[in-house]
């Protein structure tokens, strides 16, 4: 059975969240809240998982319909950027519960399972996000200041990726 509702997710704080459905598609940067860490007054920003879990519930009539998301598979990157890393995976933790708790259910995807097809061979993250706009702002040209502003369509792709895959 195919799903109803398909959720892309590309993982992290600058990261963003699709919803396409019978109603046609919802797209949005990902919700964060800045949290105090420790006593030297260093902020970092982390996925708002209430807001994130809302943004489904007002969209999906859970319980209804199947419901499908993907998550693009957190950062790893080297010893040098553990931060980058450990933040990503936090993220995507994040977003695991949250569906966990919603019911849904979630598939952790590589990058390239969605560029591929969408994109081409393009290479480079300059090139991706450029192409990623492009892509997005031309499928969904409802969207297409949204994207230009926040500077992909990560999530957008992913889910219309999927949606499209599944049908």
Not at 43 to 61: K, Q
Not at 62 to 89: D, H, K
């Amino acid at each position: 059975m195919s799903a109803a509702y398909t959720i892309g997710i590309d993982n992290g704080t600058t990261g963003t969240l699709a919803i396409i459905g019978p109603e046609g598609p919802f797209f949005d940067e990902n919700p964060v809240k800045e949290y105090l860490l420790g006593k030297s007054g260093k902020f970092v920003r982390r996925i708002d998982h209430h807001e994130l879990a809302a943004m489904i519930v007002a969209r999906v009539p859970l319980n209804r319909y199947q419901v499908a998301a993907y998550v693009e598979r957190p950062f790893t990157g080297s010893a040098m950027m553990i931060n980058t890393t450990v933040l990503s995976a936090r993220s995507h933790e994040a977003v695991l519960i949250v569906c966990e708790q919603l019911g849904i259910g979630i598939t952790t995807v590589d990058s390239k399972t969605w560029q591929l097809p969408l994109l081409g061979a393009v290479k480079g993250s300059p090139q991706l996000k450029k192409a990623s706009a492009l892509r997005g702002a031309a499928l969904y040209p409802m969207y297409a200041a949204q994207i230009k502003q926040h500077g992909d369509a990560d999530g957008l792709l992913i889910a219309h990726h999927f949606a499209n895959l599944n049908a």
